[in-house]
C-alpha cells in the first residue's frame, strides 16, 4: 500500500471513529435529559415510547398529537393542500373539517335558512335574484364565539394567513337539485361595502354534504383544459364537492388589485344536496 493510500485510510479511520464516540456521547447527553426529570416526570421515556409506537402504527402522514389541542384545532396530519392554479390562485384543502364539524354546521343553519340574495352594486344591499338560486343563513356573533365555531375560525386563520377579525361571519348555504349560483366575482364592486374592512381578499369554501352530483365550483378563467360543471363539459377547472374539503381561492392578485381571472360559480345540482360553508376575509378588520 503507498503512503498517500495509507494517509487517506488513516483520515478515514479517525473520522469514522470520531463520529462514533461523538453519537455516543449524544446519546448519554440525551440519556442524562430524560433523567434529570426526575419526580416531576416520572413516566417521560415511556410516554416517548408509546407515542413513538402509536406513530409509526398510524397510517403514512398521520401524526398521533397526544393532548397537543393546537394540533387538534388544525388538523395536522389530516388536511393536505393541494394547489390546483396559481393564476387564479387556487388551494384544495383535503379533510379540512371533520364530519362531525360538517354536521354541526349544517344542523345550526337548517332551522333558519332562507332565500339567498346577491349584493345590489348601487346599495350595497342583499337582493333576489336569479343568477343565485339556493337557500342560506349567516351564523350570527354569538355563535361565532362557540368553541367548535373558535376551532374552524382558527384552522381558517391558519392556513389563509389572515387574522380571524378580518373575516366575515360564516355564511351556510344549501343548493337543491336544479339550483346553481352563476360565475361572479367575490370582491365588491360598490362602494358601500368597502367602507367596513375594505376589499375581499380571499374565500374559504367548505364543503358540508357527499352524494352529491353536479354541484362543482367552477373556475373558468382557470387553465385551459376541459372540465365537468353540472354535466356539462367546460372550458376552465372544476372542483367536486366532497365532504369536509375546502377550496381556498384568492380574488385579489399579489400586485394587491382584484383579479378578474378568480370569477367562479356553482354548477347545477343534477342530485342530492349540496352543503357549503363560506368565509371571505378582508383587508382589514371587519369587527
Not at 393536505?80 to 379540512?96: C, M
Not at 364543503?207 to 352529491?212: F, G, R
Not at 352530483?213 to 383544459?225: D, I, L, Q, V
Request: glycine share 8%; proline share 4%.
Amino acid at each position: 500500500m503507498s503512503a498517500a493510500m495509507r494517509i487517506v485510510f488513516g483520515l478515514l479511520t479517525f473520522v469514522t471513529i470520531g463520529m462514533i464516540i461523538g453519537a455516543l456521547f449524544q446519546l448519554a447527553f440525551i440519556r442524562r435529559l430524560e433523567d434529570s426529570y426526575g419526580s416531576d416526570f416520572p413516566n417521560f421515556r415511556t410516554s416517548h415510547r408509546r407515542q413513538l409506537d402509536s406513530y409509526l402504527q398510524l397510517p403514512r402522514g398521520i401524526h398521533h398529537w397526544n393532548d397537543d389541542k393546537e394540533a387538534t384545532v388544525l388538523r395536522i396530519g389530516y388536511v393536505k393542500p393541494e394547489v390546483i392554479s396559481w393564476s387564479p390562485r387556487i388551494i384544495v384543502l383535503h379533510n379540512f373539517l371533520s364530519v362531525e364539524e360538517c354536521d354541526y354546521l349544517r344542523g345550526l343553519a337548517l332551522p333558519r335558512l332562507h332565500v339567498s340574495t346577491v349584493v345590489d352594486t348601487k346599495t350595497g344591499k342583499g337582493i333576489k335574484s336569479n343568477v343565485r338560486t339556493s337557500s342560506g343563513m349567516f351564523l350570527s356573533p354569538e355563535e361565532k364565539k362557540y368553541p367548535m365555531i373558535q376551532a374552524i375560525e382558527k384552522r381558517i386563520s391558519v392556513y389563509s394567513q389572515i387574522p380571524v377579525e378580518n373575516g366575515e361571519l360564516i355564511q351556510v348555504l344549501r343548493y337543491e337539485k336544479s339550483e346553481f349560483y352563476k360565475p361572479h366575482h367575490d370582491y365588491f364592486s360598490d362602494t358601500f361595502n368597502l367602507k367596513r374592512g375594505g376589499q375581499r381578499i380571499a374565500t374559504m369554501l367548505m364543503y358540508l354534504s357527499d352524494n352529491v352530483e353536479g354541484g362543482e365550483t367552477y373556475f373558468p378563467m382557470a387553465g385551459t383544459a376541459d372540465c365537468s360543471c353540472g354535466g356539462k363539459i367546460m372550458k376552465g377547472l372544476s372542483v367536486k364537492p366532497i365532504k369536509g374539503d375546502a377550496v381556498l381561492f384568492w380574488s385579489m392578485g399579489l400586485d394587491g388589485q382584484s383579479d378578474p381571472n378568480s370569477i367562479h360559480g356553482g354548477c347545477e345540482v343534477l342530485s342530492g344536496e349540496k352543503w357549503s360553508a363560506t368565509k371571505w376575509m378582508r383587508q382589514k378588520v371587519t369587527s
